[in-house]
């Protein structure tokens, strides 16, 4: 298990890193060659081995953290995560695009994966945040961690319920490279409903 001061409840791993570390409010984790979680849509070809590191918080709330990669090959990428079972779970990405790009991207897997790109991003650094509301869930990153854009708005559905709801954490992946490094800082906290999706708070 592994403790961070700002959450409340202690994380366990879903799959083992190569390495990680928690020092001075910075989360490391390494991830392998070949690690991912992706059930790819066209021919269900899945790869679900990525390390992750969850937790389970109570109510609504905003969970968001810097998310900084050392990017060398496509798809390499740091992700906020959240986790029903194995094969329902979303992930709100920064990860490098096949044409060399830092961008935001996020997947919602139920029984297969889709795969949606969102904006690009200056530099290797930026901030994501998942937000529960209900039965619902939001996605935003931020570039300045002020103002935050809407990537995504979705639901598990039945899919939550049954597998008595979803956990929530960190993920690095490495599915065409050897392997790579996301570091999670600024992690924080607020155990609120988000009000308003769309105005930037």
């Known amino acids: 298990m592994v403790t961070i001061p700002s959450l409340p409840k202690p994380l366990t791993w ?3 890193p190569v390495s990680w570390s928690y020092e001075d409010g910075k989360l490391k984790l390494e991830a392998g060659p070949t690690t991912d979680l992706f059930v790819d849509p066209g021919n ?4 679900v081995n990525a390390p ?6 109570d109510g609504d709330f905003q969970l968001s953290a810097k998310v900084s990669v050392g990017f060398s090959a496509s798809y390499d990428a740091g992700t906020l995560l959240l986790w029903v079972n194995g094969s329902t779970w979303a992930k709100l990405c920064f990860e490098y695009s096949p044409h060399g790009q830092p961008m935001i991207v996020s ?3 139920q ?3 889709d795969d949606a790109n969102g904006f690009t991003v ?3 650094g930026v901030w994501l945040r998942v937000s529960r509301l209900g039965r ?3 996605y935003h990153a931020s570039t300045d961690s002020k103002y935050w854009h809407l990537v995504r708005h979705f ?4 899919a939550e319920v049954d597998g008595g709801g979803a956990s929530v954490g960190f993920e690095a992946q490495s599915p065409m490279g050897p392997g790579v490094q996301a570091t999670f800082s600024d992690i924080r906290l607020i155990p609120e409903r988000l009000q308003d999706l769309r105005d930037g708070h």
């Open 44 to 47: 269900a070809y899945q790869t």
């Open 111 to 113: 029984g297969t994966s």
């Open 107 to 109: 997947v919602v897997t």
């Open 136 to 138: 619902a869930y939001a």
């Open 122 to 124: 200056e530099g290797r």
């Open 52 to 57: 992750r590191l969850i937790t389970t918080i």
């Open 155 to 158: 639901t598990f559905g039945d």
């Open 14 to 16: 879903g799959e083992d």
